[in-house]
């Protein structure tokens, strides 16, 4: 699939999917599935996890972040720290989900929170499809800064999986979607659904113009590779990783000591010493640069923004933010969109 291909399939038949009146259904992973919570074109079927769980040491990724956590070799399976995404977009796909396999049509969303064991590696297609079937599906994973976005296509027991053609694109944003959504799916709160597909359409529509702009490197991360933690960083750029990295978790001073392996009071005067700040003034600064992102790159509301990045309340996000840039959120949205550059 070219990339002028990939885009107009995102924009097209994707956004399609994403429509507050589509037939399209979401799929969760969770422990135990059942049947009735599926979209009419799927079906579900139990199977049993055999052989040992294999836990994998040093496999690290993008940011020193360590992606697989453990793989079931024999059963196919593998356990990730990250949440993923995938899309059934052509064909009848069967995706393994610890003790199950759903059995999909198009148009169907997968949702893999972290630590969820679920298809290890293609084709994605089980018995009888496996001698005469196929199969297309969109994946993502969700890191820190961005996502990993890629296609794979299956056909019988063959498959072809273009994560070697993938895209890494650096949009916080998009990551930051994609924990809504698992978060939603968690919750799984009355009209989540509504909600996960009004995220699908905004992900994806950034994806297709990240993708267009060329905002992307290709490939991406094709093999895990080790790579040491830096005892040599800063304080002030551990810090700041780490606030940047849960900005929008209602975090305390308490929460980075621990991270730090200080005691609050010890926390405090480093801070001070190496920063010229303290905790909450510097969280509060990350958060509302987020803000600004979330306002240029997405439609959410500055309620959702606010209860997104933790804020106290919607007011006192307004406050902030309006001390800090000189208006309101959406004054600013509305600037940014008069003048993009």
Known sequence: MTTKQLIHLLRSQINSWTAPDAKSGIIVARPVMRAGDLPDNATLSRRKIVGPRVVLQNKRKHGNLRNIIAEWPEANLQEIALPKLACIVSGDADYLLGNYCVHSGPGNFILLPPHVPHHRKGPFLQGAHRHNGS??????????????????????????????????????????????????????????????????TTFFTIIAREIEEGNYVRPGAIKNTYAPAQPTASFATQIQEYIEANCHKPLKVDDAATHMYMSTSQFFRRMRQETGTTFVERLTQVRIERAQQ????????????????????????????????????????????????
């Open 294 to 341: 979330m306002l240029r790159e997405t439609n959410l509301t500055s309620r959702a923004i606010a209860n997104y990045l933790s804020f106290k309340s919607p007011n006192h996000f307004q406050y902030l933010f309006r001390s800090r840039v000189g208006c309101t959120p959406m004054q600013y949205r509305r600037q940014f969109l008069n003048n993009p550059k």
């Open 135 to 200: 199969c297309v599906l969109l994946h993502a994973y969700a890191y820190q800064q961005g996502v990993l976005f890629w296609h794979s296509h299956s056909v019988n027991d063959q498959h072809v999986n273009e994560m070697a053609n993938n895209y890494l694109i650096p949009n916080v944003v998009t990551a930051q979607l994609l924990n809504l959504l698992m978060d939603e799916a968690a919750a799984k709160k009355p009209h989540f659904e509504t909600v996960i597909r009004s995220f699908l």
